[in-house]
């Protein structure tokens, strides 16, 4: 099929402009101006953005063990409405993805339950338990893109530069959840105004940041890649910078919610709200906003974490933290920063789709001649977010109801239409 008469973005190869892409079978056949679409299907994408396929190297599907909450076909089907063509998702399922084992399992079941493309992620101790290390170079050659213990760090620094030194020797990235547990110390929510106005305990920046610090420091001892996870706090951001003029192997990501709302805005004790890290400061979130806009991080994730309505019924103090994000992501990114004036649509792709798929080594990313054919086609329309439409089981979000910039017409991976 042609793709006619599309504003086509494609970061890698330099292309901004309206065009036409074709389809042969599952790969990018042509890109060009007036392709002969004799004998061909043509979807005529005129007004609307024809760019690479997103990629979320920062999901949660909760299959298996929490399938109240998503299961492999919801979550990426949501991924689907969102514009994603391939997520990452995190290990902290029930039991933990620790194993060869486990990733080869979500590999064989990918292929008959997903429409997305899964990118598995081992996790770096058996259980999650933080002491005992993972066979990472098993899980690896089982499909593993990269490791995590997301959700919490691993905490025994022996035995995570342990880990980081044979993540290295593989070429295995380590996506890093920077919390430091013990200054947790009970903290819900943001330690700033929503926490005193609500009473609840807070959790402050040093959480965030002091590991941050840490991951950031051995992976410039150890050669292995650091990719921060849902960097939230200014000084993070800022010691995402120093360690990426150092030279260190590292990268990072923000998440849209932490872009796009900040504490002063949390209206009641309403856990749809509530996530970790936690909706941070203003002045965190405008640091943030600075730094995407001067090119700190690599990446935008969703941190996609979806609970059931029962679960963030029960306030602050007892819902689990968490927001869905897959089908919000595109709208609330380009809304706040394309928009908002913070970068353009070109660097907006990069985040979103080039540089995810480079830090993985995932084929995506592109629409080179001979690629997987996996596109999104969007608009900078306006309309609404609307939590009865999503195709995710969780509806947490706190953005329902926002007018926002920014919607998904359709997505293909490998030339098929998933949405």
């Given at each position: 099929?042609i793709?006619?008469?599309?504003?086509?973005?494609?970061?890698?190869?330099?292309i901004?402009?309206?065009?036409?892409?074709?389809?042969?079978?599952?790969?990018?056949?042509?890109?060009?101006?007036?392709?002969?679409?004799?004998?061909?299907?043509?979807?005529?994408?005129?007004?609307?953005?024809?760019?690479p396929?997103?990629?979320?190297?920062?999901?949660?599907?909760?299959?298996?063990?929490?399938?109240?909450?998503?299961?492999?076909?919801?979550?990426t089907?949501?991924?689907?409405?969102?514009g994603f063509?391939?997520?990452?998702?995190?290990?902290?399922?029930?039991?933990?993805?620790?194993?060869?084992?486990?990733?080869?399992?979500?590999?064989?079941?990918?292929?008959?339950?997903?429409?997305?493309?899964?990118?598995?992620?081992?996790?770096?101790?058996?259980?999650?338990?933080?002491?005992?290390?993972?066979?990472?170079?098993?899980?690896?050659?089982?499909?593993?893109?990269?490791?995590?213990?997301?959700?919490?760090?691993?905490?025994?620094?022996?035995?995570?530069?342990?880990?980081?030194?044979?993540?290295?020797?593989?070429?295995?990235?380590?996506?890093?959840?920077?919390?430091?547990?013990?200054?947790?110390?009970?903290?819900?929510?943001?330690?700033?105004?929503?926490?005193e106005?609500?009473?609840?305990?807070?959790?402050?920046?040093?959480?965030?940041?002091?590991?941050?610090?840490?991951?950031?420091?051995?992976?410039?001892?150890?050669?292995?890649?650091?990719?921060l996870?849902?960097?939230?706090?200014?000084?993070?951001?800022?010691?995402?910078?120093?360690?990426?003029?150092?030279?260190?192997?590292?990268?990072?990501?923000?998440?849209?919610?932490?872009?796009?709302?900040?504490?002063?805005?949390?209206?009641?004790?309403?856990?749809?709200?509530?996530?970790?890290?936690?909706?941070?400061?203003?002045?965190?979130?405008?640091?943030?906003?600075?730094?995407?806009?001067?090119?700190?991080?690599?990446?935008?994730?969703?941190?996609?974490?979806?609970?059931?309505?029962?679960?963030?019924?029960?306030?602050?103090?007892?819902?689990?933290?968490?927001?869905?994000?897959?089908?919000?992501?595109?709208?609330?990114?380009?809304?706040?920063?394309?928009?908002?004036?913070?970068?353009?649509?070109?660097?907006?792709?990069?985040?979103?789709?080039?540089?995810?798929?480079?830090?993985?080594?995932?084929?995506?990313?592109?629409?080179?001649?001979?690629?997987?054919?996996?596109?999104?086609?969007?608009?900078?329309?306006?309309?609404?977010?609307?939590?009865?439409?999503?195709?995710?089981?969780?509806?947490?979000?706190?953005?329902?109801?926002?007018?926002?910039?920014?919607?998904?017409?359709?997505?293909?991976?490998?030339?098929?239409?998933?949405?």
């Amino acid at each position: 099929m042609i793709l006619r008469n599309g504003h086509v973005i494609d970061p890698e190869n330099g292309i901004n402009e309206v065009c036409d892409v074709k389809i042969t079978g599952s790969l990018i056949a042509a890109v060009g101006h007036d392709l002969d679409a004799e004998g061909e299907a043509v979807l005529d994408c005129r007004g609307a953005y024809v760019i690479p396929g997103l990629v979320d190297l920062h999901v949660h599907l909760r299959d298996p063990g929490q399938t109240a909450k998503e299961t492999l076909r919801t979550g990426t089907a949501a991924a689907a409405a969102g514009g994603f063509t391939a997520v990452a998702p995190m290990p902290n399922t029930t039991p933990a993805t620790d194993s060869a084992e486990k990733i080869a399992e979500l590999v064989r079941r990918a292929k008959d339950e997903c429409c997305v493309k899964l990118l598995p992620v081992t996790a770096v101790t058996i259980g999650q338990e933080g002491t005992t290390m993972a066979d990472l170079a098993a899980a690896k050659a089982a499909g593993a893109v990269a490791m995590s213990e997301d959700g919490k760090s691993v905490m025994d620094i022996t035995v995570y530069r342990e880990a980081l030194r044979e993540a290295a020797k593989l070429g295995l990235p380590m996506f890093a959840h920077c919390e430091d547990r013990s200054l947790v110390a009970g903290g819900v929510i943001n330690a700033g105004v929503a926490s005193e106005k609500l009473g609840l305990p807070g959790i402050t920046d040093a959480v965030e940041d002091v590991i941050t610090a840490r991951d950031l420091i051995l992976a410039g001892e150890t050669g292995c890649h650091v990719h921060l996870c849902h960097v939230s706090t200014a000084f993070a951001a800022e010691l995402l910078r120093i360690a990426k003029e150092a030279g260190y192997p590292v990268s990072g990501e923000v998440c849209p919610h932490h872009f796009a709302m900040c504490d002063d805005e949390i209206p009641s004790d309403d856990a749809n709200y509530k996530m970790n890290p936690p909706l941070r400061s203003r002045a965190d979130m405008e640091a943030l906003r600075k730094a995407i806009g001067d090119g700190v991080f690599d990446c935008i994730s969703t941190d996609h974490a979806p609970h059931t309505a029962e679960e963030k019924s029960r306030g602050f103090a007892k819902a689990p933290f968490g927001i869905v994000g897959s089908e919000t992501a595109f709208a609330l990114s380009y809304t706040t920063l394309v928009k908002g004036g913070c970068i353009d649509m070109p660097t907006l792709v990069r985040m979103m789709s080039t540089n995810p798929s480079k830090i993985v080594g995932h084929t995506g990313g592109t629409l080179s001649v001979g690629a997987p054919a996996d596109i999104a086609v969007v608009t900078g329309e306006e309309c609404t977010i609307d939590v009865s439409e999503f195709k995710s089981k969780g509806k947490n979000t706190p953005f329902d109801g926002r007018r926002v910039y920014g919607k998904v017409l359709a997505t293909y991976v490998d030339g098929r239409r998933v949405y």
